[in-house]
């Protein structure tokens, strides 16, 4: 069965420094998404992309992070400079089609120092 | 405004017996999705219903969505201890992409 798959699954990194999360979508899927769960809290939307651009973004995906789309088959999200607050766990997801199943990846936990 | 809120925060119960969860919402919605998360692990989607449908079985899973009052409920019959797990509902508003997930039912099914 296909399946978004996710590297690394855990990261530590100091204050300050970049990172970048990946992700393989499944590989017919169109929509790419990224959320994020801070330990004990809730899951939280971080950004949509579709058509090889941003469709919608939360109020917390600010001008410290992006995505791309590098090749056919990677998505990832990169944070330029990492803050406490920001360790959380990743989950990256996709779906077919807008109003599907977004089928979801096991997650990067960033742990930032 | 706070989207998907679920009741209770904790559920305790013995294996054999119901659970049931509740969910409520604030906007429009295309869809309802309830998913499970094991501790630590990542998002299993477990069932979606539409705003056009009031009901829909899966297995041993039973959900209901009321769009005049905003809420949805998850019952899971006949539960077992690999049950034991966090739910969460999410809703896809009828504009946009973002699912808003709920906080959350930690289930306790105690064998």
């Known amino acids: 069965e296909p399946e978004v798959t996710q590297t690394p699954s855990h990261q530590v990194t100091q204050m300050g420094q970049e990172v970048i999360l990946r992700c393989v979508p499944i590989s017919n899927h169109l929509y790419f998404y990224w959320y994020r769960q801070i330990l004990g809290q809730k899951v939280e939307f971080l950004v949509s992309f579709y058509n090889n651009e941003i469709s919608e973004k939360s109020e917390i995906f600010d001008d410290q992070f992006s995505v791309e789309r590098p090749d056919g088959s990677n998505f990832t999200l990169k944070i330029r400079s990492t803050k406490l607050e920001d360790s959380a766990m990743y989950f990256c997801?996709?779906?077919?089609?807008?109003?599907?199943?977004?089928?979801f990846g096991p997650g990067t936990r960033l742990t930032v120092l | 405004s706070q989207q998907g809120e679920e009741d209770p925060q904790a559920l305790s119960i013995q294996e054999g017996e119901n659970a049931t969860m509740n969910c409520s919402y604030k906007t429009s919605i295309n869809n309802l999705q309830w998913y499970r998360q094991n501790s630590g692990r990542g998002l299993v989607h477990l069932i979606l219903i539409r705003s056009n449908e009031r009901e829909k079985h899966s297995g041993r899973l039973r959900v209901t969505l009321d769009t005049s009052k905003k809420s949805s409920s998850l019952l899971i019959t006949a539960s077992r201890a690999a049950d034991t797990a966090s739910y969460f509902c999410?809703?896809?508003?009828?504009?946009?992409?973002?699912?808003?997930f709920g906080e959350g039912t930690q289930l306790t099914v105690n064998p």
């Open positions: 999410a809703t896809l508003e009828t504009s946009g992409s973002r699912l808003t």
């Open positions: 997801a996709s779906s077919a089609d807008l109003a599907g199943v977004p089928f």
